[in-house]
């Protein structure tokens, strides 16, 4: 069983460069593959940034080049970091955890998620 707690949301300007954070507890986190996903509202969850366990990323399109997914194992957690944020960024983000993920980015592979951190962007 994993754990995931999220923080680090919050309204940000239009651009601004906040972190999201994602402590995992209650399983061995080197052996997850680990996501940042996202839920705008009106809109199905969808996963926009992967890492996997030997430290491998993928991003969606519409983040590429402008958000950064990495963690840290001695520290259990997870981190999103951005720039050049977009009122279309808005969301509430997730992290989300899994032990055999195929399709990087199609959320129905992640078993574990945390409660959601909301983000908004305003221009």
């Known amino acids: 069983q994993v754990q995931l707690v999220e923080s680090g949301g919050g309204s940000v300007q239009n651009g601004g460069s906040p972190r999201l954070s994602c402590l995992t507890s209650g399983a061995n986190f080197r052996r997850h593959s680990t996501a940042w996903c996202r839920q705008a509202p009106g809109k199905e969850r969808e996963g926009v940034a992967f890492i996997d366990t030997d430290g491998s990323t993928t991003y969606t399109d519409s983040v590429t080049g402008r958000f950064t997914i990495s963690k840290d194992n001695a520290k259990n957690t997870l981190y999103l970091q951005w720039n050049n944020l977009k009122p279309a960024d808005t969301a509430m983000y997730f992290c989300?955890?899994?032990?055999?993920?195929?399709?990087?980015?199609?959320?129905?592979?992640?078993?574990?998620w945390g409660q959601g951190t909301q983000v908004t962007v305003s221009s």
């Open positions: 989300a955890a899994g032990r055999y993920v195929a399709d990087r980015l199609r959320v129905q592979e992640y078993e574990y």
